[in-house]
């Protein structure tokens, strides 16, 4: 199986902020990689898809880069509602496998 | 607007099955993947198993293959886990997702969107 490791698992930052998080595979993914950001208490939220594509309705703020096995997610200019747990996932083949999570805290 | 609503979590014994059904709504359900995920207190994100838009592919998480039963009614826009033999391990809210349109493989699956959730405790 495929091996997700995000890092740091935890982010202290300030509104208005620039803050990029870091998923790394443990074999080669190409660009088959997701983020999803997920506000406690409700369901995760696809943000990222194909490793650079932002979803339809999701601020330009949300960023992605990366292939093969390192990824980032950078936040630009955080606001209020970015403060929430975000996990990256890969999709090259089964078994689909998330990271353990970044929880992006208010500083 | 797209729309999934999962039901039939609850509280269970060891040893126990359950049936999780989640309805679909407002896209057409017989054209994507659609897939389990649950996350237990506290933790992150495992995906559970995906079945095909028609039915025919299935996958499934090791630590549940042999337990746990995807399927799919396309002429209900429902999708169902059967979980058998449920243990402590499994409790957790349940999410099932959208996958991709058209796909079998898990290129292009992304899951977007989720439903709410549904709350599985495993207790005697």
């Known amino acids: 199986d495929i091996q997700l490791t995000q890092s740091p698992s935890f982010l202290s930052a300030s509104v208005g902020d620039s803050v990029t998080i870091t998923c790394r595979a443990s074999?080669?993914?190409?660009?088959?990689l997701a983020w999803y950001q997920q506000k406690l208490g409700k369901a995760p939220n696809l943000l990222i898809y194909?490793?650079?594509t932002l979803q339809t309705g999701v601020p330009s703020r949300f960023s992605g880069s990366g292939s093969g096995t390192e990824f980032t997610l950078t936040i630009s200019s955080l606001q209020p509602e970015d403060f929430a747990t975000y996990y990256c996932?890969?999709?090259?083949?089964?078994?689909?496998?998330f990271g353990q999570g970044t929880k992006l805290e208010i500083k | 607007q797209v729309q999934l609503v999962e039901s039939g979590g609850g509280v269970v014994q060891p040893g126990k099955s359950l049936r999780l059904s989640c309805a679909a709504s407002?896209?057409?359900?017989?054209?994507?993947?659609m897939h389990w995920a649950r996350q237990a207190p506290g933790k992150g994100l495992e995906w559970m198993a995906v079945?095909?838009?028609?039915?025919?592919?299935?996958h499934y998480a090791d630590s549940v293959k042999g337990r746990f039963t995807i399927s799919r009614d396309n002429s209900n826009n429902t999708v169902y886990l059967q979980m058998t033999s449920l243990t402590t391990e499994d409790t957790a809210v349940y999410y099932c997702?959208?996958?991709?349109?058209?796909?079998?493989?898990?290129?292009?699956?992304?899951?977007?969107?989720w439903g709410q959730g549904t709350l599985v405790t495993v207790s005697s």
């Open positions: 997702a959208r996958g991709g349109l058209v796909v079998v493989t898990a290129r292009g699956n992304w899951f977007d969107p």
């Open positions: 407002g896209f057409t359900f017989e054209t994507y993947s």
């Open positions: 079945i095909s838009y028609d039915g025919t592919n299935k």
């Open positions: 074999q080669g993914i190409s660009n088959y």
């Open positions: 194909d490793a650079t």
């Open positions: 996932q890969q999709l090259n083949n089964y078994p689909v496998t």
